[in-house]
């Protein structure tokens, strides 16, 4: 069973619980959903402002421009958490040939 799976059986949470922290719930199962916690903490840590586009392009790599101008903010977002959730292994994985269909569907 993936760590998603495991996770998707998890009890609901009340959102409305005014002494609920999601912080401190990732932290305290991060040893049983190690992946979910890195993506949680990096999704929870995005500033509640838009990121200018130039440093999210720069974080992310350098993109062609005339791509970029058309992106969305959440493609962006996407963008650069993919670059990082990838770590080392992203010199294996040849971004540009994906950003047609990534253009594509941001349209």
């Not at 040893?31 to 838009?50: E, I």
């Not at 993109?63 to 969305?72: E, G, K, Q, V």
Request: aromatic content about 10%; overall charge negative.
């Amino acid at each position: 069973m993936s760590e998603l799976d495991k996770y998707m059986q998890e009890k609901l949470v009340d959102m409305n619980d005014s002494n609920f922290d999601i912080l401190q719930f990732w932290k305290q199962n991060s040893g049983l959903y190690p992946t979910l916690a890195k993506m949680a903490r990096d999704f929870l840590s995005v500033q509640a402002s838009s990121v200018a586009s130039e440093s999210a392009f720069s974080a992310a790599g350098r993109l062609t421009d005339h791509l970029h101008t058309s992106m969305n903010s959440e493609t962006i977002e996407c963008l650069v958490c993919t670059k990082d959730w990838l770590g080392p292994m992203e010199e294996a994985f040849d971004l540009n040939k994906y950003l047609p269909l990534i253009q594509r569907s941001d349209q």
